[in-house]
């Protein structure tokens, strides 16, 4: 029974089973059972046939989200910059598929104030499959687990105290728009237009290849001719085999649908310029992006300088990955180690190359790696999780799926 039912939604929402478990559908499917008060697997099954509304829920009782705000951060200094580069007559479109439960599509609006753009200028739509996700992005209250990394000082411009937590302020609400939508089904939720920006980031990790060749189709189709597609670290390699090009970005895994206008990257650390804000939004500050944390701060000047290469060092590996040259940036990774020693970073950077390179066992064992040095690395716990549950490590998965949960429930989430 549960084969068919997985089999029902890869159809449905194109979720491939052995990325997340077999087990967490049949949990999903005894927590439905039980809503609808039906023991009966078949019952279910039939029930499940002929009501869109319990598809809907069985669907959110699978999606499980996992995201905060500023998420990889300088895939929103690059979005900033190539919307000013790219800049249109009419007010630039921006789609967050999958938006989970908002905080990428409201990390967008804000980015995109930061880089000195009126509310008239741009909007952004977030579509889910999951109607719950997108029931908490319009309630729009976060609390600790949505506010991750030592850079939050967006915190103080940008929201303002709820109940049960933090509230982006209404200059930031207003220019998301949220729906429920199926990259698979009909692109009615998405309206007729085509976006100048897509966020499509960690879900094809979720599909097979054959609906990963599709999504990439579908992903084509809803961007504009110079559009500009931003994926996941352990994507990078996809979007190149559908005639994607690499956007060359430092750490934003990001792709142009044709070819790019010539402009020049700024280096990374480089921050987004500001003009005066929408006047409905705090005052704003630029954008500070990411730099790999290497080893303990306040270390002496001696060490300064090869902390500084060893950090630049980090950046090319994710840059040569993200421009989709998975051997390469493997190569590069493996010469970091031989300089600077092992350290969570580079053997979690390595296992996402491994990883998009089909060395499922390399990049298993670099994950693990990675959580022996820092045993709370939820990227590392996530990546690793998905590999095993490919793998047909179930209990694996499982035992990282629930020690991913404590790492969270510590945080605060």
Known sequence: ???????????????????????????????????????????????????????????????????????????????????????????????????????????????????????????????????????????????????????????????????????????????????????????????QEVYDILLCRNLLIYFNRELQDRALICLKDLLAKDGLLLVGPAEAALPRVHGFLSAEWPLAFAFLKSEPVKTTAPKVSAAVPVRTPSPKVKKSEPLRPFRPTIGNEGRGQAQAKPLARASESLIAVERIANAGRVKEAQEVALAHLREFGPSAEIFYLLGLVQDADGSAPEAAQSYRKALYLAPNHREALVHLALLLSKQGDHNGAEALAGRLGRVQKRSGS
């Open 1 to 191: 029974m549960t084969g068919a039912i997985e089999k029902l939604l890869t159809e449905t929402i194109g979720l491939d089973s052995a990325s997340v478990g077999p087990t967490v559908v049949r949990q999903a499917v005894r927590e439905r059972m039980e809503a609808c008060r039906i023991t009966n697997p078949e019952a279910y099954r039939q029930h499940l046939a002929g009501s869109s509304q319990e598809l809907q829920e069985l669907i959110n009782a699978v999606v499980i989200p996992e995201t905060w705000f500023f998420r990889d951060r300088e895939a929103f200094t690059m979005l900033a910059r190539h919307a000013r580069a790219h800049k249109p007559a009419q007010p630039i479109r921006i789609l967050s598929l999958p938006c989970s439960t908002g905080e990428e599509a409201y990390s967008v609006a804000m980015a995109m104030f930061d880089a000195g753009f009126e509310a008239h200028e741009f909007k952004i739509d977030g579509v889910d499959v999951s109607s719950r996700n997108i029931a908490t992005a319009e309630h729009a209250i976060y609390g600790r687990n949505s506010f991750r990394g030592s850079h939050l000082e967006f915190k103080d411009r940008y929201f303002e105290a709820a109940e049960g937590g933090l509230r982006p302020v209404a200059g930031v609400l207003k220019q998301v728009r949220f729906m429920v939508g199926n990259l698979f089904g009909s692109h009615a939720p998405f309206g």
